[in-house]
């Protein structure tokens, strides 16, 4: 049972434009929503979060949207730049217990110059 | 600040024998929790550890088991190892009672079973 979907298995986006990178989830108990990105042979880097009481969160290019009703988030990057180049990976949480991070399967986004 | 490192990086063991991998956390953080990632997939959550004791398990065989040590570093042993254990292992460490979750992981050891 996956509770955490990355339906996109890889992007592929002009260099400036945007990257929407989109997950969908199934627990109605999450309520803390992180992205992390991921480059070959080392682990994955925290890029930013979003709490479940708010519906966006900004950090520089990156966005995170979360809409609740549908059980859904996005992360916008703009505008892209080659060094997001990078496996990108949806997580959820629950603040009660312990922290445990269910991922999605992750996006592969690829920026061309 | 140190991050959080993994050793072995690389490791290849055959079926039926034991494994022990380990994790030093970053510097303040007294939470380690081990993720096991198949090839194109996302992490899956093992368990974590907290003030030495298991604090939380994934859907894992009691043939995967963990320690922690007073100054927070962590090992994972995996016994009666199968080929499908084969994946990279990560380690991520974060410190207990932050009003969020974001967890801090290493490199990972990537364990090869023939």
């Known amino acids: 049972d996956q509770q955490v979907k990355q339906n996109s298995p890889s992007l592929s986006v002009q260099e400036g434009r945007i990257s929407i990178l989109n997950c969908d989830y199934t627990n109605s108990m999450f309520d803390y929503f992180l992205w992390y990105k991921k480059y070959p042979a080392e682990g994955p880097t925290f890029l930013i979060s979003i709490s479940s009481i708010k519906d966006k969160n900004e950090d520089g290019r990156f966005t995170v949207f979360l809409n609740k009703s549908a059980k859904h988030l996005s992360l916008h990057i703009v505008p892209s730049q080659p060094g997001d180049s990078a496996v990108y990976f949806c997580?959820?949480?629950?603040?009660?217990?312990?922290?445990?991070?269910?991922f999605g399967q992750g996006t592969r986004l690829t920026i061309n110059p | 600040e140190t991050g959080v490192t993994q050793s072995p990086t690389h490791l290849i063991k055959t079926r039926g024998q034991q494994v022990t991998l380990r994790c030093s956390s970053q510097s303040g953080h007294n939470t380690v929790s081990w993720y096991q990632q198949a090839l194109g997939q996302g992490p899956q959550f093992i368990f974590q550890?907290?003030?030495?004791?298991?604090?939380g398990r994934g859907n894992f065989p009691p043939r995967f088991s963990g320690l922690q040590f007073p100054n927070y570093s962590s090992e994972l042993n995996v016994n009666a190892l199968e080929l499908d254990d084969s994946a990279l292992y990560l380690c991520a460490s974060s410190p207990q009672g932050a009003s969020y979750n974001e967890q801090f992981f290493g490199p990972g050891t990537r364990l090869t079973v023939l």
């Open positions: 550890y907290y003030r030495e004791e298991e604090n």
């Open positions: 997580a959820a949480s629950t603040t009660q217990g312990a922290q445990k991070l269910v």
